[in-house]
C-alpha cells in the first residue's frame, strides 16, 4: 500500500488554517483590538505569571522569529500591557511580566478571539470529530516514525 501524497493534506490543512487565522483577525480588528499575536503573548505572560518571562523564553513558546518578539514586546511595553524587569544575576537580562491593564486586555481580546473560534472551528464538528481531528492532526506534532 502506497503512502498518500502529503500534499493531499498539507494544502487543505494551511488553507483551513489561514482561513480560520483570517476569520479570527478580522474579528478582531471589527472589535477595535489588536492582532493575534497580542494576546499570544500576553496568554504566555498571564500564564507565567509574577515569575514572568526572559524574552528567549517567549520566543520558545510563540510561533514568530527573535525579531518579532522583540518588536511585538516592544509595542506592548508602550502600551502599558507589560513590565520590564532586571533579571538577578545577569544585569543585562530582563524579564517580561503582565501588568493590569494587560491582563485586562488579554481578557477583552479572547471574548472576541473565542467567539470567533466557535464561528469558525467549533461549530462545525460534533464533539466525537472535534476529538478525532484533534488526535489525527496530534500526530503531526510527534516524531515521523522511520
Known amino acids: ?55 528567549y523564553e517567549l520566543q520558545e513558546k510563540l510561533l514568530l522569529p527573535q525579531y518579532g518578539v522583540s518588536r511585538l514586546v516592544e509595542r506592548l511595553a508602550k502600551a502599558g500591557l507589560l513590565d520590564r524587569r532586571t533579571c538577578d544575576g545577569d544585569g543585562r537580562g530582563q524579564i517580561l511580566v503582565i501588568t493590569p491593564e494587560g491582563a485586562a486586555m488579554r481578557t477583552r481580546i479572547w471574548a472576541v478571539y473565542s467567539d470567533a473560534m466557535q464561528q469558525a472551528v467549533g461549530s462545525r464538528f460534533s464533539p466525537g470529530e472535534a476529538q478525532r481531528l484533534a488526535d489525527l492532526l496530534g500526530r503531526l506534532l510527534r516524531p515521523a516514525r522511520s
Open 1 to 55: 500500500m502506497s503512502s498518500p501524497d502529503p500534499f493531499d493534506i498539507w494544502l487543505p490543512l494551511a488553507r483551513a488554517y489561514k482561513s480560520i487565522l483570517d476569520t479570527v483577525e478580522s474579528a478582531l480588528k471589527q472589535a477595535g483590538l489588536p492582532s493575534l499575536d497580542w494576546y499570544d503573548l500576553l496568554r504566555e505572560l498571564d500564564s507565567a505569571a509574577e515569575a514572568g518571562l526572559r524574552p
